[in-house]
């Protein structure tokens, strides 16, 4: 068996060697090597720096309600549930807006909305978050503190402006998976007797699995890893949110957040700079995870093939 | 039965179609008969899948066409402003040239029409219509035993046959074909012509083909289409053997085309 593997891969005669093609695929080589490189590096800086956190706390403490970094309570948890209540929050207003949007426009929107609203959505998505920020906190918040919450500056506030961040990447990515579902899927629906929404729905929504899938997870990376928004409009409570029908509507205060308010105040080496670290790690595995979980999801390789097989 | 005393399932009166400006098809006037099968032919760019799916009114999602001229189906104009057009293709089917079953199961894809159509809400009952789509499609024995697979797994032959499968699943009246055989190898080729003879049984047929073998193999009437117009239309015995214009002649001896 090997034998016969090794004969057929060294032939009599060799090839004359291509110098130019040898370059190039050198160079796309080292371009690859360098990203898992710096990928690497980064990686274990940040364990390097952050793992103090995870050795020298215990756990117990960790991962418990209070965050007073001065008097050393390092407790996580109430970090932790404003970043899922943001992040939560920006995901259930923006995945549904978002793929309904990419559905408008890319099976129903006429070419001259079409037009309009695609270059629109691209400019959405370079608006700096410093720009959004400051419009949620001098025109969002009023209005919702009018609406009745205690402050403006609430777990909803940046749930709204980061959804909204996030909602260019899912339209355009989802509107390009919709774009690639073959024409003659959607033929085969209609010839049957299938009406426009059926077809979308059991067909072409189906078949765009895989890369709304991939349009939403970006989008919620967004959501999870801004900063600035989450800084300016989220209240910046260190504290978990009394549960209830209101939980939306008090001010939390994110993991992003913490780091970028707190990391120009702390002295290098301290266990406090090395908590923060240690955020960094907890939102790099959470963000890994999301990214396996959504692997699962759509099937990995077997999709890929799907795609390809047709 | 004579051919007159056979009924027109379809009829085309005048009718002209226009992409924009252009007019791809040129005051046509045929009968289709019903339970019979009509072989389209003709050289490419002549309209042959432009008339096909103006039966379905499959062109309706282009924009810019118009049609003019009368297509009756059963006495009905498809045209007609109060026509639904959904309704419409649940009683006249396609196979297109290119297999292209849905990525989902083999199951799946024959249990599509039944389950948007709401034929029936019964596990059993639809199991049942699965089942004697894919006999009548002459592909059952064949998948049996993996109704779960992804259809993407068939060879194109039975692709194609899984297509047909699908169509008639829905009980159509009438099933258009635009070169159903054209990507398939020769023995699928004759498994399609085998099965289209089955179904003409149940079903009225028309096929479009670029083979002229197969035209005249296949089917009972002939459309010969030459740049947009119906040259000869005739039983396809009599088309074959003892063409009446000279431009039919020439096409199906091969020295036109
Ligand atoms: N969507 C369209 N828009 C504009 N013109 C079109 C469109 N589809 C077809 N045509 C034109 O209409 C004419 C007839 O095309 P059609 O596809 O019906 O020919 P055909 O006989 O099926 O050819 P083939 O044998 O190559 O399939 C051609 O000149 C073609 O260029
Ligand atoms: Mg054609």
């Known amino acids: 068996m090997s034998a016969t593997k090794l004969e057929t891969s060294t032939p009599d005669v060799s090839p004359p060697v291509r110098w130019g093609e040898k ?12 990203t898992i490189l710096i990928v690497a590096l980064i990686f274990i800086f940040l364990l390097k720096e952050g793992l103090p956190t995870f050795l020298d706390i215990p756990l117990r403490q960790l991962f418990g309600k209070r965050w007073y970094p001065i008097e050393g309570m390092f407790g996580l948890a109430s970090l932790l549930a404003g970043t899922l209540l943001v992040t939560a929050g920006a995901v259930i207003i923006t995945v549904p ?34 720009v959004l920020g400051f419009l949620g906190w001098v025109a969002l918040a009023p209005i919702i503190q009018n609406a009745g919450a205690p402050t403006g500056l609430t ?46 729905w059991r067909v072409v929504l189906p078949a765009a699995k895989s890369g709304i899938v991939i349009a939403v997870m970006l989008g919620i990376g967004r959501a999870i890893g801004e900063t600035m928004v989450a800084l300016m409009v989220t209240g910046n409570a260190a504290n978990i949110p009394a549960f209830g029908a209101d939980i939306m509507f008090q001010p939390v205060r994110t993991m992003t957040a913490t780091i970028a308010a707190e990391m120009g105040e702390v002295a290098q080496g301290s266990l406090h700079y090395s908590v923060l670290f240690g955020i960094g790690i907890l939102l790099f595995l959470i963000t ?18 799907k795609r390809t097989g047709f | 039965m004579t051919e007159q005393t056979i009924p027109n399932k379809i009829d085309v009166h005048d009718f002209s179609f226009f992409y924009g400006d252009f007019q791809a098809l040129k005051r046509l006037n045929l009968p289709i008969k019903e339970k019979q099968i009509t072989a389209l032919i003709g050289p490419s760019g002549c309209g042959k899948s432009t008339f096909l799916r103006a039966i379905n009114r499959m062109n309706d999602t282009i924009p810019g066409i118009r049609a003019e001229g009368q297509i009756l189906l059963d006495g009905e104009d498809i045209y007609a402003p109060d026509v639904d057009v959904v309704e419409l293709r649940e009683r006249i089917g396609m196979v297109f040239q290119k297999p292209n079953p849905f990525p989902k199961s083999i199951f799946e894809n024959v249990a599509f029409g039944p389950r948007v159509l709401k034929m029936t809400n019964r596990r059993d009952e639809l199991h049942q219509m699965v089942r004697e789509s894919l006999e009548g499609a002459a592909l059952w024995d064949e998948v049996k035993h993996r109704l779960k697979d992804s259809a993407m797994n068939l060879n194109p032959g039975q692709q194609q046959r899984l297509c047909i499968a ?68 005739n039983k396809t015995s009599a088309l074959f053997s003892s063409p009446e214009r000279e431009l039919t002649e020439s096409y199906i001896t091969g020295r036109r085309g």
Do not use: C
């Open chain 1, 97 to 130: 807006l978002g793929i309904v949007t990419a559905i408008y426009l890319g099976e129903f929107a006429p070419p001259w909305q079409r037009e309009i609203l695609k270059p629109l959505i691209e400019v959405l998505a370079g608006i700096p978050s410093i």
């Open chain 1, 23 to 34: 370059i190039i695929e050198g160079l796309i080589w080292a371009a690859g090597l360098s």
């Open chain 1, 155 to 200: 777990a909803f506030t940046g749930a709204l402006i980061l959804a909204y961040m996030a909602l260019p990447t899912i339209i355009s990515i989802s509107e390009d998976a919709l774009y690639a579902v073959p024409k003659e899927y959607r033929d085969g629906a209609l010839a049957i007797g299938a009406t426009q929404w059926q077809t979308i």
């Open chain 2, 166 to 233: 699908r169509t008639i699943a829905v009980q159509p009246e009438v099933i258009l074909m635009d070169e159903p055989a054209s990507a398939l190898d020769p023995v699928a080729t004759l498994h399609v012509e085998d099965l289209m003879r089955t179904l003409a049984e149940n079903y009225t047929i028309v096929i479009v083909t670029h083979n002229m073998q197969q035209a005249a193999r296949a089917s009972d009437w002939t459309g010969f289409f030459w740049l947009g117009e119906l040259v000869e239309f």
């Open chain 1, 288 to 305: 890994f995870a999301i990214n396996s979980l959504a692997r699962k999801l759509v099937g990995g390789e077997s999709v890929r093939r």
